[in-house]
């Protein structure tokens, strides 16, 4: 049991973090009146947003209306779902305030915490969650909340938010000057490189930053919360899957690969890590949209969260690209409402398509350059995977997409195929796809 004046302490020091704290507009919308669950990867801003709503209601109705508990605490350890009632009570006998809004960060590090939210929404009460653990979306859980919590997904900051942050007006974005074109491409660069977690683009030592989340991640989100004891094996595989970014592997592939550089391993081993890694939302995973539910959950196409930690683990200009392409897509048709439900998928059968759009009928094919070295092969293979996959009709195809990292052209005799060429940029400001 937790003492009561601990929780009294704690609520007052995580109320003087949150008046001393100032975030960047995210606009992301909370409504006042409703109950949220945040998540997402650690660092990528569910607290900056939860502390930035919390500030507007203070504001309106002043601090004593406003409680603040963050669960990521060391004197919390031993705390369970049983204590959660002495956070109430301890405000109320700080504030007097018996109906407080409620905003509760990484509450999912107390088992059982959803019964508590729960009796909470019952209450009338307002709450907000973070969490950074996928199984805070299970259906588990949504079963024991009834429908009282709206689940929004936060990620790193998206290229847009980026220039935001950094002073850039949308003017700026559709009157280029020579000057402001290269700065740009310049943003666009470390955006593409670093990634987008708030902490590192604020951070005096951006490797530094980089290097200790990773290692939070998973050290602590993976291995600590997930009881692996073989955290090697964890890196060896975390690092596998980075170098095999756009191919597909199954489970039985990247045991045998691990086990031939000396770390035995099993199908079986595979499957529980890479389940852990996605609950902590370092990594997703896309199936063969073509493929039985079977094919789909064995052998799939893995994409890390944010480019920056991605490139800690390879350097490789057209795995970041590709992985860059696919963040893109995911947030933009991934829904926490919808749980497992998948709109992005890859093609294979007789041809390999990069991604494959269901909801808009739209095949998408990723290439660094289609105008290197090597450019006449490079366009006619991802050309050409386009054109097979629209007329095999196994899935129905009303666009067709390349995506460069710069802005290109194609070769004339490949002008009249109805195939779209896309930078990177005009993807990361616009987002047609």
Known sequence: MIKKELIREILLENREDAQSIHPEDRNIELKDGACY?????????????????????????????????????????????????????????????????????????????????????????????????????SREIATTLGGRYISRMIYPYSFRELLNTSGWKETDLTQLSGRKEALLNKELRDYFERGGFPGMRNSPDPSGYMTTLYQNIYLGDIAARSLISNTALLRILLRTVAERIG?????????????????????ATMIRYLENARESYLIFSIGNVIGSLEDRQGKQKYYFMDNGILRMLVSSNAALLENLVAVTLYRKYYSAAELDQSHIFYYEKGVEVDFYISDTRTAVQVSYTVNGTDSESTVKREVNALLALKKANTVPVERMVIVTYEKEELPEQFLHEGIELMSLKELMLDNTL
Not at 82 to 107: A, H, K, M, R, S
Not at 259 to 266: D, F, L, Q
Request: charged content about 25%; hydrophobic content about 40%; glycine content about 6%.
């Open 247 to 267: 191919t597909a592997v199954s489970y039985n592939r990247l045991a045998n690969l691990i086990t031939s550089i000396g770390e035995k391993t099993t199908a």
């Open 37 to 137: 669950v945040l998540t997402g990867i650690r660092q990528c801003g569910k607290s900056w947003l939860m502390i930035s709503h919390m500030q507007k209601l203070a504001s309106q109705y002043g601090w004593d209306h406003i409680l603040y508990f963050n669960f990521e605490d060391e004197r919390l350890l031993d705390m369970d779902h049983l204590d959660l009632n002495q956070i109430l009570e301890g405000f109320i006998e700080l504030t007097g305030v018996t109906d407080p809004y409620c905003f509760f960060d990484e509450l999912q590090n107390i088992e059982g915490w959803e019964k508590f939210a729960r009796r909470l929404a019952d209450r009338k009460m307002k709450v907000c969650i973070t969490g950074s653990n996928a199984k805070m979306l």
